[in-house]
């Protein structure tokens, strides 16, 4: 089954710890997108990347940093500069100049 | 900046007719799309509708878009339980590629048996 896999599905930060959430997709979709989601707000874009090696920043990127080794994978690592990083993060994949985005399940982070 | 606005609740019984509305800013939208999340899950593509179109109906999913009030709506018809999550408005701007989405905030739709 072709899809968008998150991993974990849970995950824990304590006071200045880097931590690390997976995405993986087996689409073949060029586009991959990582959105912030908070309580009684809309999703806000926080890092994509629409080819291997290269990825720019979105709307809120600050605490946060991305890798683009292979197509398949995206990997966001939450810094500990980020000050309120308690937020659902949700991956996203898309073929370039496609108009349908695919979202994987989230992964909730929480701080300890 | 672009801006997407929905209301936050909505309430209706099962069986009726839902509308859920949603105003956007941005006149060079391309797409716009209705997304449906359920708790704890990632977010699903339900409809998207290209901007030289006023209406798509897909089963009991209708979309209604003015452009020049730049105002679209989801209606859900013969509303069940199981459509109660909540779905979120997005746009696409005109030069965007790919998945550079501009959300609404979501409105949470209740269906009460």
Redo the contacts between chains.
Sequence with gaps: DGGITQSPKYLFRKEGQNVTLSCEQNLNHDAMYWYRQDPGQGLRLIYYSQIVNDFQKGDIAEGYSVSREKKESFPLTVTSAQKNPTAFYLCASTRTWDEKLFFGSGTQLSVL | GED?EQS?FLSVREGDSSVINCTYTDSSS??L?W?KQEP??????LT?I?SNMDMKQDQRLTVLLNKKDKHLSLRIADTQTGDSAIY?C?E?EGDN??????????TELSVKP
Aim: charge should be positive.
């Design positions: 997407v936050l391309t797409y799309y997304y704890g899950a990632g977010l699903q593509l998207y290209f979120f997005a696409k590629q790919g998945g550079k989405l501009i959300f609404g905030q979501g």
